[in-house]
Nanobody
Framework: QVQLVESGGGLVQAGGSLRLSCAAS????????MGWFRQAPGKEREFVAA????????HYADSVKGRFTISRDNAKNTVYLQMNSLKPEDTAVYYC??????????????????WGQGTQLTVSS
């Protein structure tokens, strides 16, 4: 069993920055793609960013490209989402996720093998 634990959410002023963390345990992750989805009230869960554990290839949603950066720390088995220039429309619950089969470009909700519990980000105007 794989466990994913997110942390780092909170309340941030528009234009500010925050970093989310996702600590993974239970398996080796060299063959996984890991990343983040988010879900706002009344909206479907949407892709944010993904990274291939081996090699570090990344993929971003157009809505966050240039503002968010996904990275990983191999020693800590942790994936990060650095969020800069935050906007009120970024407000959502952010979910860490892991996908054994898919590359970052195919990191879709239906392909996810493991989900974290979610962490709330609220961006005030």
């Amino acid at each position: 069993q794989v466990q994913l634990v997110e942390s780092g959410g909170g309340l941030v002023q528009a234009g500010g920055s925050l970093r989310l963390s996702c600590a993974a345990s239970g398996r080796a992750f060299s063959s996984y793609t890991m990343g983040w989805f988010r879900q706002a009230p009344g909206k479907e869960r949407e892709f944010v960013a993904a990274i291939k554990w081996s090699g570090g290839r990344t993929h971003y949603a157009d809505s966050v490209k240039g503002r968010f950066t996904i990275s990983r720390d191999n020693a800590k088995n942790t994936v990060y989402l650095q969020m800069n220039s935050l906007k009120p429309e970024d407000t959502a619950v952010y979910y860490c996720a892991a996908d054994y089969m898919s590359p970052p470009e195919l990191f879709y909700p239906g392909n996810i093998d493991y989900w974290g519990q979610g962490t709330q980000l609220t961006v005030s105007s």
